[in-house]
């Protein structure tokens, strides 16, 4: 894996805002990158730093090993995807997706036309080229903005969170569409989004911002089972944290939780933090569970009470009331064949795992 | 019957819209009607002989004069114009692109204040700095560029369209500046992005979005510059006058309101034929967009 994106040191101030702070990021080529955060953390900066729009205050920025300082948005081998999608209303969808070969003189006009045909029929428009741009559906917008920045055979293409304008199952659709259409061009995609599942299902890898920073850069797996802050365990997914005692650190690490009592973990499940003392553990909902009548278990149980039933039709989440901790835990139980909807007040068992504790910083 | 017409969503929407009917009615139509009906009748020294009669439209075909004085309004109101929309398309785009949007009411409010004072004392300022012992003729001879006043710049042509350029200015930056205003600035960055530099994606992007804004422009300042006569009046001197002019020497000076109102109604046919045809010319560019 080559590196095509370089960041280093890159910091931008607005004023005494402070919107990037020391971002240091390799992106490689040909792979599916997210920026995921949540509003106001920066990532829609950065991407505009990486396609020219923004300069930066202090660092360096290269792609394909050329450092990008003072090279317009316009010379940049990147071409983006607008949140507005910015089709121009008064051009065609064909003129539309032509917009940027003005200047390949190299090609003469039917050569255009067939670039811009295999372009529409990549984003599964054929024949929607001589429709006016002002009459298209969302999805068809976003399709037309992808072919217009795809025909450009740009080294990168950024999209600024390209699916939040879309409905649900749009939105899924597109989501399939475009991991589809990354393999197939093979070009690196830079994702801005502040859905954390889009990012989870789409990325090779996530980047995830707070305050200007990257909390944390890994794939999705490693970012939902080990989260190395609780920021970042807090922003993707759900998750139950409880208060915890770090007893002694060695090849595994022997600690004190509330509410479960004295357990074992591995060093892998400390992504970060070594040194003893108080500190706080992370349980995901589906990884705790319920033990309804019949069923049998030869994980850990502890009793608990009922306190909230949300039910979601595949899925119940339960909020448990456990002895010793003050918030209820959220467990996430499928509803299979035999399990009966609990009511609120009824007394259960709770079936949890010390493989599913992550320790946090 | 009152309660009939309150409940029914047809009755309620012929409600509402009747005041400003009435308004039209007797304020636009009513005239209008009339001048069009006067333009069929003839003077006949102190009373109106109302037999219908094309008399009054076969003189101003045959007498050169009318056809002249027509050809150069139209001159004129086109040059007017062309000046006021090439001076305030770069104003528009200034106070739309480069003025911090806090600021740009007060900007807005700024291009207003010609407004502030008496169109005909706008006018005679405009003598007081073209004239013969004016600003630009004192100071061109004081700083030793000419050495006799400027004549061409006083009663004629030019006078009338240098100061109905500067009269109708805000007029024309208006309708502009909210076509600008409704650009979607990505839209810029999105030409920019496929590789366009600034100066093209004005012309491939923000100038074919700012056209409406321009084709309201032209409109708003070529049609009342038609029927403008106190610039030519006081402005044009002797050769400056225009079809305006006219119409009011037939109706007061020359008491034939019959004529007046025939020539009224070719110069607004006139002026509706151009004003069609540009607005067609532009369709391309006027097309509803989301």
């Known amino acids: 894996m080559t590196a095509l994106i370089t960041l280093e040191g890159v910091n931008k101030h607005y004023g005494d805002y402070h919107a990037l702070r020391d971002i240091d990021l390799t992106i490689n080529e040909g792979e599916f990158f997210s920026l995921l955060g949540p509003s106001g953390c920066g990532k829609t900066t950065l991407l505009r730093t990486i396609a020219g729009f923004e300069s930066v205050s202090s660092g360096l920025v290269a792609i394909g090993g050329k450092d990008m300082a003072g090279v317009p948005a316009n010379l940049r081998p990147t071409n983006m995807v607008f949140q507005s999608y910015a089709i121009f209303p008064h051009l065609t969808v064909a003129e539309n997706v032509a917009f940027g070969l003005r200047k390949r003189g190299d090609l003469n006009k039917a050569a255009k036309q067939t670039l811009v045909e295999d372009a529409l029929d990549m984003v599964g428009l054929d024949g929607y080229g001589k429709r006016a741009a002002h009459a298209l559906s969302g999805g068809q917008r976003q399709r037309v903005a992808l072919a217009r920045a795809l025909i450009l055979k740009p080294k990168v293409l950024l999209l600024d969170e390209p699916l939040s304008a879309l409905d ?15 393999r197939h061009v093979g070009i690196t995609f830079i994702l801005v989004t502040h859905d954390q599942e889009e990012a989870l299902v789409m990325s090779d890898r996530i980047a995830v911002m707070f305050e200007g920073r990257i909390g944390q850069l890994a794939d999705a797996e490693t970012l939902y089972r080990r989260p190395r802050n609780r920021q970042v365990a807090e922003f993707i997914g759900k998750m139950n944290f409880l208060h915890a005692d770090v007893q002694a650190v060695r090849d595994a690490i022997d600690l004190e939780v509330q ?7 591995t060093a892998e499940q400390s992504p970060e933090l070594r040194d003893t003392g108080p500190a706080v553990v992370g349980i995901r909902p589906e990884t ?33 009331r456990i002895q010793g901790v003050e918030a209820p835990l959220n467990i996430a139980m499928k509803n299979m064949i035999g399990r009966p909807v609990l009511d609120v007040g009824a007394a259960t068992k709770v079936i949890w795992d010390e493989r599913a504790l992550v320790l946090l910083k | 019957m ?32 009339a001048i069009f009906l006067f333009s069929f009748w003839t003077q006949d020294f102190m009373d109106v002989d109302t037999t219908f009669t094309l008399n009054n439209y076969r003189e101003i075909v045959e007498k050169p004069i009318y056809g002249a004085l027509l050809q150069r309004s139209l001159y004129v109101s086109a040059c007017v114009t062309l000046v006021t929309v090439l001076l305030a398309f770069p104003v528009a785009y200034f106070v739309s692109f480069h003025v911090r949007p806090e600021r740009k009411s007060l900007w807005l409010f700024l291009i207003t204040i010609p407004f502030w004072t008496s169109y005909l004392i706008r006018v005679f300022l405009w003598k007081v700095i073209l004239g013969f012992n004016g600003v630009i003729n004192t100071g061109l001879i004081n700083i030793g560029l000419i050495d006799e006043p400027l004549t061409f710049i006083l009663y004629n042509v030019n006078a009338v369209i240098i100061t109905l350029a500067h009269a109708f200015a805000p007029f024309a930056i208006l309708p502009i500046f909210v076509a600008l205003e409704k650009i979607d600035r990505s839209l810029l960055e999105a030409s920019q992005d496929l590789g366009e530099s600034k100066f093209m994606t004005f012309f491939r992007v923000t100038l074919p979005l700012a056209m409406p804004g321009v084709v309201a422009a032209v409109l708003i300042v070529f049609i009342p510059t038609i029927g403008d006569y ?22 007061l000076a020359l008491n034939n309101a019959p004529l007046g109102a025939a020539l009224a109604i070719v110069a607004m046919v006139c002026v509706t034929a151009i004003s069609l045809v540009f607005v067609l010319l532009n369709r391309r560019w006027l097309k509803g967009r989301s």
């Open chain 1, 168 to 182: 649900k199952k749009m939105r899924e659709q597109m989501q399939v569409e475009l991991m589809r259409l990354q």
């Open chain 1, 259 to 265: 509410g479960l009592g004295r357990l074992q973990i």
């Open chain 1, 288 to 320: 705790l569970g319920i033990l309804f009548d019949g069923e049998t278990t030869d994980r850990k149980l502890v009793d608990g009470v009922v306190d909230e039933v949300v039910y979601y039709g595949d899925m119940t989440y339960y909020d448990v």
């Open chain 2, 2 to 33: 009152w309660q009939k017409i309150t409940s029914s969503e047809k009755g309620r929407g012929i409600l509402l819209i009747s005041p400003p009917f009435i308004y039209a009615l007797v304020l636009m139509a009513f005239p209008l009607a």
């Open chain 2, 230 to 251: 106190v610039t030519p009046e006081l402005m044009g001197g002797a050769g400056g006058k225009l079809i305006a002019n006219m119409i009011q020497t037939q109706f």
